[in-house]
Protein backbone atom coordinates (compact mmCIF):
# COMPACT_ATOMS: atom_id res chain seq x y z
CA UNK A 1 0.00 0.00 0.00
CA UNK A 2 2.53 2.54 1.32
CA UNK A 3 4.65 1.32 -1.84
CA UNK A 4 2.22 2.22 -4.44
CA UNK A 5 1.05 5.36 -2.56
CA UNK A 6 4.76 6.26 -2.62
CA UNK A 7 4.88 5.52 -6.48
CA UNK A 8 2.08 8.02 -7.21
CA UNK A 9 4.08 11.11 -5.40
CA UNK A 10 7.29 9.90 -7.60
CA UNK A 11 5.10 9.73 -10.55
CA UNK A 12 3.78 13.14 -10.25
CA UNK A 13 6.98 14.87 -9.42
CA UNK A 14 7.90 12.90 -12.91
CA UNK A 15 4.79 14.65 -14.55
CA UNK A 16 5.38 18.34 -12.99
CA UNK A 17 8.96 18.44 -14.39
CA UNK A 18 7.84 16.98 -17.57
CA UNK A 19 5.50 19.53 -18.18
CA UNK A 20 7.70 21.82 -16.93
CA UNK A 21 10.27 21.06 -19.47
CA UNK A 22 7.71 21.14 -22.04
CA UNK A 23 7.36 24.61 -21.87
CA UNK A 24 10.83 25.61 -21.79
CA UNK A 25 11.47 23.50 -24.74
CA UNK A 26 7.87 25.74 -26.22
CA UNK A 27 10.05 29.08 -24.96
CA UNK A 28 12.96 28.19 -27.17
CA UNK A 29 10.86 27.29 -30.36
CA UNK A 30 8.24 30.79 -29.34
CA UNK A 31 12.13 32.41 -29.91
CA UNK A 32 13.77 30.40 -32.39
CA UNK A 33 14.10 33.75 -34.15
CA UNK A 34 14.73 36.39 -31.29
CA UNK A 35 18.23 37.89 -31.83
CA UNK A 36 20.21 37.12 -28.83
CA UNK A 37 17.76 34.42 -27.64
CA UNK A 38 19.90 31.32 -26.38
CA UNK A 39 18.15 28.13 -26.17
CA UNK A 40 17.89 26.67 -22.42
CA UNK A 41 17.06 22.93 -21.79
CA UNK A 42 16.17 21.60 -18.24
CA UNK A 43 18.42 18.99 -17.03
CA UNK A 44 15.91 16.59 -16.14
CA UNK A 45 18.34 14.02 -14.55
CA UNK A 46 19.22 16.57 -11.64
CA UNK A 47 15.90 18.04 -11.36
CA UNK A 48 14.46 14.97 -10.45
CA UNK A 49 17.00 13.72 -8.50
CA UNK A 50 16.69 17.10 -6.37
CA UNK A 51 12.95 16.91 -6.49
CA UNK A 52 12.75 12.95 -5.53
CA UNK A 53 15.75 13.15 -2.65
CA UNK A 54 14.63 13.25 0.98
CA UNK A 55 13.57 16.50 2.70
CA UNK A 56 16.68 18.64 2.90
CA UNK A 57 17.14 22.13 1.84
CA UNK A 58 18.90 21.60 -1.79
CA UNK A 59 15.08 19.54 -2.22
CA UNK A 60 13.26 21.32 -5.34
CA UNK A 61 9.91 22.59 -5.08
CA UNK A 62 8.21 23.30 -8.35
CA UNK A 63 6.90 26.40 -6.94
CA UNK A 64 5.05 28.78 -9.10
CA UNK A 65 5.99 31.87 -6.41
CA UNK A 66 8.83 31.82 -4.26
CA UNK A 67 6.57 33.10 -1.50
CA UNK A 68 4.54 29.94 -1.65
CA UNK A 69 4.66 28.39 1.83
CA UNK A 70 7.03 25.88 2.56
CA UNK A 71 5.71 21.74 3.00
CA UNK A 72 6.12 20.18 6.51
CA UNK A 73 9.01 18.11 6.86
CA UNK A 74 11.34 21.51 6.25
CA UNK A 75 13.65 22.10 2.76
CA UNK A 76 12.61 25.57 1.85
CA UNK A 77 11.30 25.65 -1.59
CA UNK A 78 13.34 26.40 -4.65
CA UNK A 79 12.56 26.54 -8.26
CA UNK A 80 12.82 24.30 -11.20
CA UNK A 81 14.32 26.80 -13.04
CA UNK A 82 17.38 26.48 -10.84
CA UNK A 83 18.41 23.27 -13.11
CA UNK A 84 17.70 25.05 -16.29
CA UNK A 85 20.80 25.37 -18.48
CA UNK A 86 21.97 27.38 -21.59
CA UNK A 87 22.53 24.72 -24.49
CA UNK A 88 25.98 24.91 -24.97
CA UNK A 89 28.88 24.03 -27.80
CA UNK A 90 25.44 24.90 -30.20
CA UNK A 91 26.20 26.79 -33.65
CA UNK A 92 25.08 30.55 -33.25
CA UNK A 93 23.61 32.64 -36.03
CA UNK A 94 24.80 35.95 -36.67
CA UNK A 95 21.91 37.62 -35.00
CA UNK A 96 23.20 35.24 -31.71
CA UNK A 97 20.69 32.96 -31.65
CA UNK A 98 21.14 29.20 -30.63
CA UNK A 99 18.22 27.60 -31.21
CA UNK A 100 17.92 24.78 -33.05
CA UNK A 101 14.86 24.02 -34.67
CA UNK A 102 15.44 20.17 -35.20
CA UNK A 103 16.67 19.52 -31.72
CA UNK A 104 14.23 21.20 -29.93
CA UNK A 105 11.05 19.49 -32.14
CA UNK A 106 12.54 16.29 -31.15
CA UNK A 107 13.31 16.90 -27.98
CA UNK A 108 9.45 18.16 -27.22
CA UNK A 109 8.04 14.90 -28.93
CA UNK A 110 10.30 12.69 -26.86
CA UNK A 111 9.59 14.65 -23.52
CA UNK A 112 5.68 14.26 -24.50
CA UNK A 113 6.06 10.56 -24.56
CA UNK A 114 8.04 10.39 -21.13
CA UNK A 115 5.20 12.82 -19.82
CA UNK A 116 2.87 9.84 -21.87
CA UNK A 117 4.37 7.37 -19.83
CA UNK A 118 4.36 8.87 -16.23
CA UNK A 119 0.54 9.61 -17.08
CA UNK A 120 -0.05 6.27 -17.82
CA UNK A 121 1.93 4.94 -14.87
CA UNK A 122 0.46 6.90 -12.41
CA UNK A 123 -2.99 5.74 -13.63
CA UNK A 124 -2.04 2.48 -13.12
CA UNK A 125 -0.89 2.87 -9.74
CA UNK A 126 -4.28 4.47 -8.93
CA UNK A 127 -6.37 1.26 -10.48
CA UNK A 128 -3.67 -0.59 -8.08
CA UNK A 129 -4.40 1.14 -5.03
CA UNK A 130 -8.61 1.16 -5.82
CA UNK A 131 -8.12 -2.99 -6.26
CA UNK A 132 -6.42 -2.90 -2.96
CA UNK A 133 -9.07 -1.06 -1.43
CA UNK A 134 -12.23 -2.22 -3.18
CA UNK A 135 -10.78 -5.54 -3.43
CA UNK A 136 -11.77 -6.18 -7.34
CA UNK A 137 -10.80 -4.36 -9.99
CA UNK A 138 -12.20 -0.76 -10.82
CA UNK A 139 -13.20 -1.87 -14.26
CA UNK A 140 -14.28 -5.31 -13.56
CA UNK A 141 -17.65 -6.24 -13.01
CA UNK A 142 -17.96 -7.08 -9.88
CA UNK A 143 -18.28 -5.14 -6.74
CA UNK B 1 -0.01 23.64 -13.82
CA UNK B 2 3.38 23.87 -15.68
CA UNK B 3 2.21 22.17 -19.27
CA UNK B 4 -0.70 24.80 -19.48
CA UNK B 5 1.83 27.72 -19.37
CA UNK B 6 2.79 26.35 -22.44
CA UNK B 7 -0.35 27.23 -24.36
CA UNK B 8 0.29 30.64 -23.91
CA UNK B 9 3.89 30.69 -24.55
CA UNK B 10 3.43 28.36 -27.95
CA UNK B 11 0.40 31.22 -28.39
CA UNK B 12 3.03 33.97 -28.29
CA UNK B 13 5.00 32.56 -31.03
CA UNK B 14 2.53 31.50 -33.30
CA UNK B 15 1.05 35.56 -32.80
CA UNK B 16 4.75 36.85 -33.52
CA UNK B 17 5.20 34.89 -36.50
CA UNK B 18 1.87 35.91 -37.96
CA UNK B 19 2.97 39.11 -37.30
CA UNK B 20 6.13 38.80 -39.21
CA UNK B 21 4.06 37.19 -42.34
CA UNK B 22 2.26 39.90 -42.18
CA UNK B 23 5.13 42.25 -42.52
CA UNK B 24 6.36 40.26 -45.41
CA UNK B 25 2.79 40.49 -47.37
CA UNK B 26 2.80 43.92 -46.83
CA UNK B 27 6.51 44.29 -48.16
CA UNK B 28 6.02 41.96 -50.86
CA UNK B 29 2.29 43.56 -51.54
CA UNK B 30 4.50 47.05 -51.98
CA UNK B 31 7.02 45.87 -53.66
CA UNK B 32 6.53 48.63 -56.47
CA UNK B 33 4.96 51.27 -54.49
CA UNK B 34 6.81 54.74 -55.46
CA UNK B 35 4.59 56.65 -53.10
CA UNK B 36 3.58 56.46 -50.09
CA UNK B 37 1.73 59.01 -47.44
CA UNK B 38 5.04 60.69 -46.64
CA UNK B 39 5.58 61.75 -50.00
CA UNK B 40 8.57 58.71 -50.07
CA UNK B 41 8.72 55.69 -51.36
CA UNK B 42 7.74 52.42 -49.54
CA UNK B 43 10.93 51.24 -47.39
CA UNK B 44 10.67 47.62 -46.21
CA UNK B 45 9.45 46.74 -42.81
CA UNK B 46 11.20 44.26 -40.59
CA UNK B 47 10.09 42.96 -37.15
CA UNK B 48 12.08 42.99 -34.02
CA UNK B 49 11.79 40.04 -31.98
CA UNK B 50 11.92 39.86 -28.29
CA UNK B 51 12.25 37.21 -25.75
CA UNK B 52 10.19 38.24 -22.27
CA UNK B 53 9.42 36.40 -19.85
CA UNK B 54 5.77 36.04 -17.98
CA UNK B 55 6.68 35.50 -15.15
CA UNK B 56 9.03 37.97 -14.18
CA UNK B 57 6.39 40.95 -13.03
CA UNK B 58 4.29 38.02 -11.35
CA UNK B 59 7.57 36.44 -8.94
CA UNK B 60 10.94 37.67 -9.30
CA UNK B 61 11.71 34.34 -10.92
CA UNK B 62 14.94 33.47 -12.63
CA UNK B 63 15.70 34.78 -15.72
CA UNK B 64 16.48 31.75 -17.26
CA UNK B 65 13.32 30.38 -17.77
CA UNK B 66 10.36 30.05 -20.20
CA UNK B 67 9.67 32.85 -21.89
CA UNK B 68 7.15 33.74 -24.42
CA UNK B 69 8.24 36.09 -27.56
CA UNK B 70 6.76 39.53 -28.51
CA UNK B 71 7.43 41.95 -31.44
CA UNK B 72 9.25 44.38 -29.77
CA UNK B 73 9.39 46.86 -32.97
CA UNK B 74 8.70 47.35 -36.58
CA UNK B 75 11.73 48.75 -37.70
CA UNK B 76 11.92 50.32 -41.53
CA UNK B 77 15.26 48.89 -43.69
CA UNK B 78 18.04 51.71 -43.99
CA UNK B 79 19.02 49.87 -47.37
CA UNK B 80 19.21 52.29 -50.12
CA UNK B 81 16.23 52.71 -52.50
CA UNK B 82 16.14 51.38 -55.84
CA UNK B 83 16.90 53.51 -58.73
CA UNK B 84 14.58 52.57 -61.81
CA UNK B 85 15.06 54.43 -64.71
CA UNK B 86 11.53 55.64 -66.43
CA UNK B 87 11.58 59.06 -68.09
CA UNK B 88 8.33 58.98 -68.83
CA UNK B 89 6.77 58.57 -65.09
CA UNK B 90 5.77 61.72 -63.59
CA UNK B 91 7.92 61.15 -60.48
CA UNK B 92 11.28 60.83 -62.27
CA UNK B 93 13.94 63.07 -61.44
CA UNK B 94 16.18 65.25 -63.95
CA UNK B 95 18.12 62.50 -65.39
CA UNK B 96 14.82 60.09 -65.70
CA UNK B 97 15.09 58.07 -63.12
CA UNK B 98 12.80 57.43 -60.41
CA UNK B 99 13.16 56.04 -56.56
CA UNK B 100 11.64 52.62 -56.09
CA UNK B 101 11.31 50.85 -52.58
CA UNK B 102 13.98 48.79 -51.35
CA UNK B 103 12.07 45.91 -51.00
CA UNK B 104 14.04 42.74 -51.90
CA UNK B 105 11.75 40.02 -53.04
CA UNK B 106 14.37 36.98 -52.60
CA UNK B 107 14.52 38.41 -48.97
CA UNK B 108 11.31 38.46 -48.55
CA UNK B 109 10.58 34.65 -49.60
CA UNK B 110 13.37 33.74 -47.16
CA UNK B 111 11.79 35.48 -44.78
CA UNK B 112 8.27 33.99 -45.24
CA UNK B 113 9.66 30.27 -45.52
CA UNK B 114 10.98 30.96 -41.85
CA UNK B 115 8.70 32.50 -40.59
CA UNK B 116 6.12 29.30 -41.57
CA UNK B 117 8.73 27.20 -40.04
CA UNK B 118 8.66 28.96 -37.16
CA UNK B 119 5.03 28.82 -36.81
CA UNK B 120 4.65 24.89 -37.64
CA UNK B 121 7.26 24.47 -34.97
CA UNK B 122 5.13 26.89 -32.52
CA UNK B 123 2.12 24.55 -33.60
CA UNK B 124 3.40 21.86 -32.92
CA UNK B 125 4.59 22.76 -29.11
CA UNK B 126 1.03 23.56 -28.63
CA UNK B 127 -0.32 20.39 -29.93
CA UNK B 128 1.76 18.53 -27.62
CA UNK B 129 0.89 20.20 -24.66
CA UNK B 130 -3.14 19.79 -25.58
CA UNK B 131 -2.15 16.52 -25.89
CA UNK B 132 -0.34 15.68 -22.85
CA UNK B 133 -2.78 18.21 -20.76
CA UNK B 134 -6.24 15.77 -21.87
CA UNK B 135 -4.18 13.02 -21.48
CA UNK B 136 -3.62 13.82 -17.84
CA UNK B 137 -7.00 14.67 -17.45
CA UNK B 138 -7.59 10.49 -18.14
CA UNK B 139 -5.86 9.97 -15.03
Known sequence: MLGAAGGLEFFRQVLELRGYRQQILSADLANASTPGFKAVDLDFREALAAAAAPDTADRIWLVDDPRQLPRPGGGTPKSAAEAVKYLIDRPVTLDGNSVDLDREKVAAADNGVQYEAAATFASQTIKMLATAIGGSSPSGAGA | ?139
Do not use: C, H, W
Not at chain 2, 66 to 91: N, Q, W
Open chain 2, 1 to 139: MSLLSVLPIAGSGMAAQAERLSTVASNLANANSSLTSTGQPYRAREVVFAAVSPDVEASGAAALGAAGVRVAAVVESDAPLRRVYDPGSSFADQSGYVQAPNVDPVQEMVNMISAQQDYQANLEAFNVAKTLALKTLSI
